[in-house]
């Protein structure tokens, strides 16, 4: 595209300027305008009004219809005029659509957009800076499906030259509408990790309103955005700078605790995981069944290390009578095999066998 030089410089039009829909839009309104005129004018049946049109404005040099009159010339002449300025802009249309690749950005955008609007339960990262760029990682390694929202240009194009097949939107995640793009009615968590605690406070503040059940976990630098942030309807609030100081601090008094957290929480690429399973998620036939009738260690290998209770509280190493209730969850511990039999014995709960 042809950028002319003004004062010295190269003087590109803005994208901003160049609208397709504009282009062709202002086409159309010159058919419309220049149809009605010969109407008008010449006395023109619609069709020979349109021909008459069609033919001035695309310059194949047909002859009229009939013989114009002074003032049916004078109306030819400023529509050629018309069209050229018309036509000028729709070809600098066309040249940006083409050469900046706008016309693949946007299928590249549309493609995405379909693939947001089939997701379900997924997880809306808010930022991709460094927290989101690790939270991102860790949510592919365990695959779930994930969509991250971010309005700086940089970050995007990372994004995008990015070798893993990113779900994003671009735009600012406070608002209420990209959220709602993003899927938030069908998403399980909000993630949200931006730098300024004010703005991860209005996430929160609209993400609550537009899911009352969703899972939302905010970042926080200050202590004090902390206490606002859960009245805001967070559902959990993460200071990385006082988690990183009591890593640190328990790396000198407990190491080996610690290293083999990082080895269980899969840092050092360890098959171990953790998985909640809770009383709504249980199948009906045992629901109500206490940590020995399930047994569950010995047919699928898994640990059941911990009982949340319905009020909150955790209970570690339950007693073999404890039983889910709503509200309750059990905390299972087991490598990817294991974690894959549980599935596949409380999917099949119904037509397992009892074990001795």
Known sequence: MLRPLINGKIYTIPSTFLSLRAALLMVLAEMVVGTIGYMLIEKYSFIDGLYMTVITITTVGFSEVSPLSQSGRLFTILLILVNVGIFAYLLATLSNYVIQGEIFKNMHLNLIKSQIDKLENHVIICGYGRYGKEISAHFMDHQLPFVIIDSNQELIETIQKSEDKLLYLEGDATQDEILLEAGIERAQAVVSALPADSDNLFIVLSARQLNRKINIISRANDARSQKKLLKGGASHVVMPEQIGGFYMATLVSKPGTVEFFSYITNQYQSDIGFEEVTFEELPAACKHLSIRDLNLRKVTGANIIGYKKSS???????????????????IILGNNDQLTALHQFLDNYEQAEPTD
């Open 312 to 330: 909150g509280q955790y209970v570690v190493n339950p007693a073999p009578e404890v039983s889910l209730t709503p509200g309750s969850s059990f």
